[in-house]
């Protein structure tokens, strides 16, 4: 079992930056692909970024390309996700998740453990 605790979340001014934190214990991660989503009030859950078990390859949507970036440090059986240049519409939970089987990063039901996320809001 992996438990994944997401920190770093808060209220932020459009333009504005933070950088949320995914510690995981109970198990090593550094087997295990990483990603972020995001759930907004109303709306299902949706992929903001992922890395691979080595932290050499990123994935992301369009609309985070170039505001955001996932990191990870299997040292420290963390991920990382900084956020730049946000904006209210980027207002929503954020989820940590590990994923261990093979499948496309972008979908939830690809990944088999979930943090209990961390809220965002971004004000105008």
């Known amino acids: 079992q992996v438990q994944l605790v997401e920190s770093g979340g808060g209220l932020v001014q459009a333009g504005g930056s933070l950088r949320l934190s995914c510690a995981a214990s109970?198990?090593?991660?550094?087997?295990?692909?990483m990603g972020w989503f995001r759930q907004a009030p109303g709306k299902e859950r949706e992929f903001v970024a992922a890395?691979?078990?080595?932290?050499?390859?990123?994935y992301y949507p369009e609309f985070v390309k170039g505001r955001f970036t996932i990191s990870r440090d299997n040292a420290k059986n963390t991920v990382y996700l900084q956020m730049n240049s946000l904006k209210p519409e980027d207002t929503a939970v954020y989820y940590c998740?590990?994923?261990?089987?093979?499948?496309?990063?972008?979908?939830?039901?690809?990944?088999?453990?979930w943090g209990q996320g961390t809220q965002v809001t971004v004000s105008s």
């Open positions: 890395i691979n078990w080595s932290g050499s390859i990123p």
């Open positions: 109970g198990r090593t991660i550094s087997s295990y692909a």
């Open positions: 998740a590990a994923k261990y089987s093979s499948g496309n990063y972008y979908y939830t039901h690809n990944y088999d453990y």
